[in-house]
């Protein structure tokens, strides 16, 4: 078991006797993290995957608000996003964008990477190298300025 879900079961605890609003959020994650688990065949994940599906849950409420706010329903938009805000607080704390532009330059260096072609293969190796700190399309963008603008 993961710190994650070591401080997702203590949290579910906690909002459980206090009838928190935030215990359908947690027991929507612990249901992502355990269809994680039958996915992969195994009774433990490492860091990376719960990161990867706490990502995952983070761009689908994230996604429902934006959608909720172009249907005309923000009461719904903003259960989104506090949901949305509640997952975010179980993320690592992403890197400042100049570490993560040293790092792909580094990176570029290493790999002899250059045009357009490179963007994926770059954007791959800032993701491992920081272990899900740093999402892909932040790493996609930061890529694309990189390699368009040497």
């Known amino acids: 078991m993961t710190e994650i879900e070591r401080r997702l079961e203590a949290d579910l605890v906690t909002a459980t006797r206090a009838k928190s609003p935030e215990l359908t959020v947690i027991r ?3 249901s992502a993290i355990h269809n994680e688990h039958i996915a992969k065949k195994t009774n433990t994940l490492v860091d990376e995957d719960v990161v990867s ?7 689908r409420r994230l996604e429902a608000a934006e959608l909720y706010d172009k249907g005309g329903r923000p009461e719904l938009a903003a259960k989104e996003r506090d949901e949305a805000n509640f997952i975010s607080r179980f993320l690592p704390v992403s890197p400042e964008t100049e570490e993560i532009v040293k790092t792909m330059r580094q990176i570029i260096n290493e790999l002899g990477l250059q045009g357009q072609q490179s963007i994926g293969p770059l954007v791959k190796a800032t993701v491992a190298h920081f272990k899900g ?7 996609s ?3 694309k300025e990189i ?3 040497p």
């Open 28 to 30: 929507s994650l612990k």
């Open 53 to 59: 599906v706490l990502r995952r849950e983070l761009k």
């Open 133 to 139: 700190a740093v999402d892909g399309k932040t790493a």
């Open 141 to 143: 963008q930061l890529a």
């Open 147 to 149: 390699l368009n603008h």
